[in-house]
């Protein structure tokens, strides 16, 4: 029996399996491959698939569910967080980019209708590829990630009232008030149904399937949850990608969405690997290389215009310079809503066939540029902000919190800076306080400054990458910096900040991930705290501590592991046993060496020591040079190097511990 679309599968698969594979080996992202693999097979180029809206379709489901795992991966609660940026940024970005780009068109000769259009497309873009970028890249936690996020989830948004309004400046009646009445009234009704079955549906559901231990029941009920809502926000008029997102936000208030997440990825892979592909098909390879001058013209004209206003949007919110043009250049391309838009202006006459041809070449050179402009993003706004025009305009800020900082005095000297008052700041700060040790932090949250100020912490507000803020806090008479945020393009940026003003402060800097302490280093840090191997170092020393290794074997271990670099933990080699296996009651049990040469414990026998009665400890075997001595008699001598398993109170032990270091 032959199947078109099987061939058609194949055809697809196999070409993007050796297209990506390729781009691998030379260390370019994989979306690349897919957009690549859509151009050589499409309709304009081999021709070799037939059924091109069959994979659309499937490529669709890519999209529900590249929005179903973010969602999933997000909560209501986080989303609460960013609803600013969702509807403060993402108006003025769309809004401005409209109002440019249409101005534009207006002025080349078109009719106000046909320029207001193109503003609608050129104002979305990509949220499948911008937030796959940023996953690959593990950034959807850094601020500029939520920013993009908050924006591109306005933009599905808007699309719908755009596909509504479409008709109208077409010149067609409709009753535009009970359309948009409606659409609000459905938009309501799918936000509560939401709310509820996040809060009190779905957790109930999810525990007694997950009470089953049945994966593949488990499976199906998070794969009809998704398509379920996202039918329901199809029906009331909005798009499935969005009801996926919804249905994504509505697993992650239980507890199950970590699981349901792990189980929905290699899905969720494959079908995105589709849209981008079907992306790739759309490009008519004939017109683009016969206009190609002009194409590139354009989608530079869209970069330009599109990451001003989107790093405006995120401007206006107050965001440090740096997350602001990393925002912005994130956002720069068009969308794939744009494509499913372009199709109703081509309904109504709002675009012409060439003009369309323009729009697809410059979207899909757009999308095949953004990730690199991602990747590259970092560089590009580190080398705008040191321009000698940007340096001249942000010298004399007018800082809209100067308020925060106008009693703010340092006379501090070495003293500790702390940057970044979460977690890690405000428990080093407790500690710093605890022990006397004089100390200043610098914060970008201006309610935590405010907050913060007011019981009494040394707090400043303000960006630490920028030299006066540096200089206000007197770091060139500080003894310690330490950078504790989450951000590592930030982290990057302040630790050269601080290497330009002093080279011989202490500078320690916290990361989240081993793969970044090299260039952490490089940049001037004197030590990069990861905190995926620091967790691992303290798991395992329990561990260690639970199979009666030496204390002090346990801290050269450790030593060992952080001076390396962590380089141990990807390392075959294994180290020498040090401890064989005995069975002794776990009651406060270690193993102690005996390192120090003292007249009180070495060479005397065990009865003269007392150890019982002197230090509070039993000693229950004795280790030496490989042989376990389990009986252990009155006269038994203690010689140095021995390892003594002792028992007793924890106090007890640590204080014979350090007698015998």
Known sequence: MHTPLLQDILILLGFSVLIVFLLQRAKLPSILGFLITGV??????????????????ISEIGVILLLFVIGMELSLKKLAAIKKTVFIGGSIQVGLTVLISGACYYFMGNSWNESIFIGFLFSLSSTAIVLKVFQDRNEMSTQHGKNALAILIFQDIIVVPMMLFTPIIAGQSTNVTASILTLLLKSAVVIAITIISARYIVPKLMYAIAKTNNKELFLLTTITICFAVAFLTSQAGLSLALGAFMAGLIISESEYSHQATSIILPFRELFISFFFISVGMLLDLSFFFSHIWVILLLVLAVLVVKSSVAALAVAVLKYPPRTVLITGLALFQIGEFAFILSKVGLEYNLLSAETNQYFLAVSIVSMLLTPFIIIFSENISEKFLNTRIVKAISSTPADPFSELNADFEAELNNHLIIIGYGLNGSNLAKASMYTNIPYVVIEFNPKTVKKEKANGIPILYGDASEPHILETVNLSKARSVVVAIS????????????????????????????????????????????EEFETSIEIFSRVLHDFLIPENNISEFIDLIRADNYKIFNSKKKLPITFKSTKIPNVNITCLRVNVDSGKIVGRTLKDINVRKEYGVNILAIERNDNVIDEVLPQEKVLQNDKLYVSGKQEAIEAFHRILN
């Open 40 to 57: 050589i097979i499409g309709p304009y180029g081999l021709s070799l698939v037939k059924g091109v809206e069959q994979v659309e379709i």
């Open 487 to 530: 951000s590592a393009q930030d982290t990057r940026a302040i630790i050269t900040s601080v290497r330009d003003i002093s080279k011989s402060v202490y500078l320690v800097a916290r990361t989240r991930y081993i793969k970044e302490i090299p260039e952490l280093i490089a940049l001037g840090a004197d030590d990069v705290i990861p």
